[in-house]
């Protein structure tokens, strides 16, 4: 059959046009889909985690989120919630943070949720056809997921997210050609798909990454005469050309900044106009942040130094290799690719970090102060400026707004593991013995409970609740008060516990049953194929 707006002929089965993104007649409205239930069920979550990274267990894939309740003024926190799971061999259920539910029959292939709009996101499903398999691409949105593309018996499509969650470039009917695969790149917007270019993808470098905003998108295109690849740059329906074997890895709004590696030269660079400024070599860098608009840039390198650009200007060195973000709790920070990393954050200033050996904060002046001179772990509490940290099994505090600041021993030794309170008015922690304590200032410490790992207790920070497992079970206690267990939570097989986002996650020792709750009375209980 042919698109009723373009002409272009269509396959058998395809919901949408490959040329312009056209629904096709009753082919979406008999799509293999159920209907979101309108019924709520009990509540559920998601919740972002504190070091970059997306949570994935078994086939359980949890939409990254970060509740604005909690993020202080400086940190920025993606907003709604929902999360993707296997519930059995051919049906694929996204369930949203109201407990409403949508299932789509077949096998997922790929989720990825923007990184500011933790609501928002993609997945590809792949179901199967009398010819063969479909793969369809799913826009998740305002508590639904709606598709808007798809491809019979392909390659698979891939998809890249804007921060924002605006918009989604994608690539469909690629064909292996030695190293890469050629295919069609197009935009989606929420509303319509706009088809950009014909373009190559590889899973060796990065061939295409889009703007926080969703507005402009970097690509790769093969020349054959010139038989190598091609940079482009996509802004509102123009595409230009940026120069030969440009590897771009981010972008800020508008192109204004962009991040690349020569490919003939094997260097990191930023661009600024027509005005370059070298990172490292593509071989020294080792790992990159970015901050929320893509306008600052912080990298270490396997030679222990770290930098920032800040506007694409001079690079300033910062001390230490840095290793992570010090983030206070619900703050975001994703990975968004292999060794690159969007924080939260507006701008850099007044932020921490770990090395591998200290903590440091950034000033005003881009300059670097030491706070920590020694540590295991470290936690940072919303007022942003008090650090709780583990050393030689003693946890302390300190003011790491204050230079010199001298630090205050909480508890004195013995400590496996803590969790502070996100207000940072106590703290719980895990002695050797796998005992479970409650402390607050300098007084003294209260039993809770036995624990039966290190591992099996998380603070709830919405309101200072801890639970912890002992025996496969879960119990809960407030303030020091005397721990009960948790109804609603029909196991005595319980596993481990987790803070997801804003939510508590306990799974089960067999990974596939978990119970969630997102207001730490009422669980739901789900099972993941």
């Not at 309108?38 to 998601?46: E, R, S």
């Not at 292999?338 to 970090?353: A, E, P, R």
């Not at 909480?410 to 008015?425: E, H, T, Y």
């Amino acid at each position: 059959m042919k698109c009723p707006k373009c002409g272009n002929e269509i396959a058998s089965g395809i919901r949408f046009c490959g040329a312009c993104g056209t629904a096709v007649p009753d082919q979406v409205e008999t799509a293999d889909f159920t209907p979101m239930n309108t019924t709520p069920k009990k509540p559920f979550p998601v919740k972002g985690i504190a070091f970059g990274g997306v949570a994935l267990v078994v086939v359980i894939v949890a939409a990254l989120l970060c509740i604005k309740l909690f993020a202080p003024p400086k940190y920025l926190a993606a907003s709604g919630s929902y999360f993707v799971y296997q519930d059995s061999p051919n049906s694929v259920t996204v369930r949203f943070d109201d407990g409403t539910e949508q299932t789509m029959n077949g096998k997922l292939q790929k989720h990825h949720t923007a990184t500011m709009e933790s609501g928002k996101g993609y997945l590809v499903v792949r179901s199967m056809v009398d010819d063969g398999y479909l793969d369809t691409i799913y826009y998740v949105s305002d508590k639904k997921a709606k598709p808007f593309a798809d491809e019979a018996n392909g390659n698979g499509i891939l998809g890249a997210i804007s921060a924002d969650g605006s918009a989604v470039a994608f690539f469909t009917e690629g064909e292996r050609s030695g190293n890469y695969s050629e295919g069609r790149l197009s935009i989606y917007n929420g509303e319509k798909t706009q088809y950009i270019a014909p373009a190559v993808f590889s899973s060796y470098i990065s061939s295409y990454c889009i703007s926080p905003d969703g507005k402009t998108v970097a690509y790769l295109t093969y020349d054959e005469e010139e038989d190598d690849l091609i940079a482009r740059q996509w802004i509102n329906g123009k595409s230009t050309v940026l120069g030969k074997g440009l590897i771009t890895f981010a972008l800020s709004n508008g192109g204004k900044l962009m991040y690349y590696i020569d490919g003939s030269k094997m260097n990191a660079y930023v661009l600024k106009g027509k005005e370059r400024t070298k990172l490292d070599s593509a071989e020294e860098l080792d790992e990159v942040w970015l901050n929320a608009d893509n306008t600052s840039l912080i990298f270490s390198s396997d030679s222990g130094k770290s930098y920032i650009f800040n506007n694409g200007g001079m690079k300033t060195s910062l001390s230490g290799e840095i290793s992570g973000f010090l983030l206070p709790p619900g703050a975001l920070c994703v990975e968004i690719e292999d060794g690159v990393t969007i924080v939260g954050v507006k701008d850099f200033k007044n932020t921490y970090y770990c090395s591998y050996d200290a903590i440091y904060r950034i000033t005003n002046k881009y300059e670097t102060e030491r706070i920590v001179r020694s540590y295991t772990t470290a936690e940072l509490a919303n007022d942003e400026k008090t650090l709780f940290y583990l050393s030689s099994g003693s946890v302390y505090k300190i003011d790491g707004t204050k230079s010199n600041a001298e630090p205050t021993m909480l508890v004195d030794g013995d400590v496996k593991r803590f969790d502070a309170i996100g207000n940072g008015s106590a703290v719980y922690y895990v002695n050797f013995d796998d005992e479970l304590f409650y402390q607050k200032g300098k007084g003294k410490p209260t039993f809770i409970g036995d624990v039966q790992n290190s591992n099996g207790f998380a603070t709830y920070d919405r309101d200072g609740t801890v639970f912890f497992l002992n025996d496969g079970e879960l119990y809960s206690a407030k303030g020091g008060g005397k721990a009960s267990l948790v109804t609603g939570v029909d196991s005595d097989d319980l596993e481990s516990i987790h803070i997801v986002g804003n939510d508590i996650v306990v799974y089960e020792d067999d990974r596939n049953t978990q119970y969630r709750s997102n207001d730490g009375k009422s669980f739901a209980e789900i099972y993941a194929y």
